[in-house]
């Protein structure tokens, strides 16, 4: 007993001297993290797709709405590229359609060709008046002949349908007939201009033949498209370019 208390005691006195000789003492730092040069990198992702509506070949059909706040910001009026509107109706298309379509119209009439735009850019609640026009003549047969609000080419701002002299002015089939309608099959792509409903192609498209509406997606992506024998809908499709706002 007096042993271990002569043991304890003694283990005290060590503990209390090592105590007094302990003096605080600053540690370098050391990082938590390996110094930047050795810090393992993660590989960068690809990039995420624009949440935009706007990329001018932006795939818009039945499957791939707007939304009907969705307008396009760079409207620009046709009369500023001396492009002939139906009854001179103030019209509007985006900037960059607006200025090809500007050389498009001036180069057919230069070989001869008369091509007015009977309508070019649609708001949302334009093509619901449209639509329902439509509808009240044809019934439920207008939805192969027109656009539910939404789903239309010209809520984009880079579509337009042409007419006419030789059509009666007006915007229909007739249109497919005329010299100018074949002028457009052979040159419109030049311009980046594309028929986006063509004969044969229904059952891709979901439309009926429209002789008179073309689209605008770029000289490039147009003759890309002549080359693929796709429809506009699965070309777009296969380029990823759908409508994100
Ligand atoms: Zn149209």
Same mark, same amino acid.
């Given at each position: 007993m007096i042993l271990a208390c002569v043991l304890a005691t003694g283990y005290v006195f060590v503990e209390a001297q090592q105590a007094t000789r302990i003096r605080p003492v600053r540690q370098p730092i050391t990082p938590s993290r390996p110094p930047l040069a050795e810090a393992v990198i993660p590989p960068a992702s690809p990039p995420a797709p624009e949440e935009s509506c706007d990329d001018l070949s932006v795939l818009v059909d039945r499957s791939h709405p707007l939304p009907p706040d969705y307008y396009p910001k760079d409207l620009a009026p046709l009369w500023a590229y001396g492009i002939p509107t139906l009854g001179g109706a103030e019209m509007l298309l985006r900037r960059e359609?607006? +200025?090809?379509?500007?050389?498009?119209?001036?180069d057919a009439a230069a070989d001869g060709e008369?091509?007015?735009?009977?309508?070019?850019?649609?708001?949302?609640?334009? +093509?619901?008046? $449209?639509?329902?026009?439509?509808?009240?003549?044809?019934?439920?047969?207008?939805?192969?002949?027109?656009?539910?609000?939404?789903? $239309? +080419?010209h809520q984009l701002g880079t579509a337009v349908?042409?007419?006419?002299?030789?059509?009666?002015?007006?915007?229909?089939?007739?249109?497919?007939?005329?010299?100018?309608?074949?002028?457009?099959?052979?040159?419109?792509?030049?311009?980046?201009?594309?028929?986006?409903?063509? $004969?044969?192609?229904?059952?891709?498209?979901?439309? +009926?033949?429209?002789?008179?509406?073309?689209?605008?997606?770029?000289?490039?992506?147009?003759?890309?498209?002549?080359? $693929?024998?796709?429809?506009?809908?699965?070309?777009?499709?296969?380029?990823?370019?759908?409508?994100?706002?």
């Open positions: 359609a607006a +200025q090809h379509l500007g050389h498009l119209v001036g008369e091509l007015v735009v009977a309508s070019a850019y649609r708001s949302y609640v334009d +093509q619901q008046r $449209s639509y329902a026009r439509l509808a009240s003549i044809y019934g439920t047969e207008a939805g192969t002949m027109s656009a539910t609000p939404g789903h $239309s +080419q349908d042409f007419t006419n002299a030789a059509a009666g002015y007006e915007v229909w089939r007739a249109f497919g007939s005329t010299s100018a309608s074949s002028w457009l099959r052979e040159h419109a792509r030049e311009y980046g201009f594309v028929l986006a409903y063509p $004969s044969g192609r229904e059952t891709e498209t979901g439309y +009926q033949w429209e002789p008179w509406h073309y689209r605008y997606v770029g000289s490039g992506n147009a003759g890309h498209l002549e080359e $693929s024998g796709l429809s506009l809908q699965e070309f777009l499709a296969r380029e990823d370019v759908l409508p994100r706002c």
